[in-house]
Each structure stands twice: as C-alpha cells, then as structure tokens.
C-alpha cells in the first residue's frame, strides 16, 4: 500500500512538473510575441511622432515667412520707450512698455 502511496505520489509530482514546464514554455512563447508586437508598435508610434513632428515644422517654417506689421502707433511707441530709456526715465518707459504690450496683443 505505501509503495502503491509512492508511486502515485511519483506520478502526480511528475504531472505537476510536466505542467510547469508546458506553461513555462507557453508564457515564454507568450511574452516573447507580446514584447515584438509592443516592439512593432512602438516604432510605429515613433514614425507617426516623426511625420506629425515634420509637419508641425513645415508649418511653423511658412508661418514665419508670413511677414509681421505693426502699427505705426505701435511704432511710435516703441521708439519713445528707447528715447526714455536713454533719458533714464525708466518708470514713464516701463508704464510706456506697459501699454505698448497691450496694443501688441490687440494687434
């Protein structure tokens, strides 16, 4: 009987570990196809950053040929904060500045 005890014993260790090694194997395979799809699809996302990062560029590139023109007042303003500026009045040239940022972002 306990030989009989043994041998069962025996088989079910030795079930057991076939079992772990089958799912060993298979959560080897698993990750394996995991990591190179995750792979696939990181360098897909990275040639999509690449052509919206080469887009955005061209964009910026025609916007900056787009010529600014401001103001003459805008002008004028400017030109009166350096005459202050030079007189050493930099309170009145602050409050100038002031102003002047003001119209530039109605502009």
């Given at each position: 009987?306990?030989?009989t005890q043994?041998?069962?014993?025996?088989?079910?260790?030795?079930?057991?570990?076939?079992?772990f090694i089958?799912?060993?194997?298979?959560?080897?395979?698993?990750?394996?196809?995991?990591?190179?799809?995750?792979?696939?699809?990181?360098?897909?996302?990275?040639?999509?950053?690449?052509?919206?990062?080469?887009?955005?560029?061209?964009?910026?590139?025609?916007?900056?040929?787009?010529?600014?023109?401001?103001?003459?007042?805008?002008?004028?303003?400017?030109?009166?904060?350096?005459?202050?500026?030079?007189?050493?009045?930099?309170?009145?040239?602050?409050?100038?500045?002031?102003?002047?940022?003001?119209?530039?972002?109605?502009?």
């Open positions: 009987m306990r030989a043994e041998q069962e014993l025996l088989t079910i260790e030795n079930a057991q570990k076939t079992q089958e799912f060993s194997q298979a959560w080897d395979n698993f990750m394996a196809d995991y990591e190179s799809t995750a792979y696939l699809s990181l360098e897909r996302l990275k040639e999509k950053h690449q052509q919206e990062l080469d887009l955005a560029k061209d964009k910026i590139r025609k916007e900056q040929k787009i010529k600014l023109k401001f103001s003459k007042k805008l002008m004028e303003t400017r030109k009166r904060i350096k005459v202050l500026s030079g007189l050493k009045k930099y309170d009145e040239a602050e409050e100038l500045q002031q102003k002047a940022d003001e119209q530039e972002r109605i502009e």
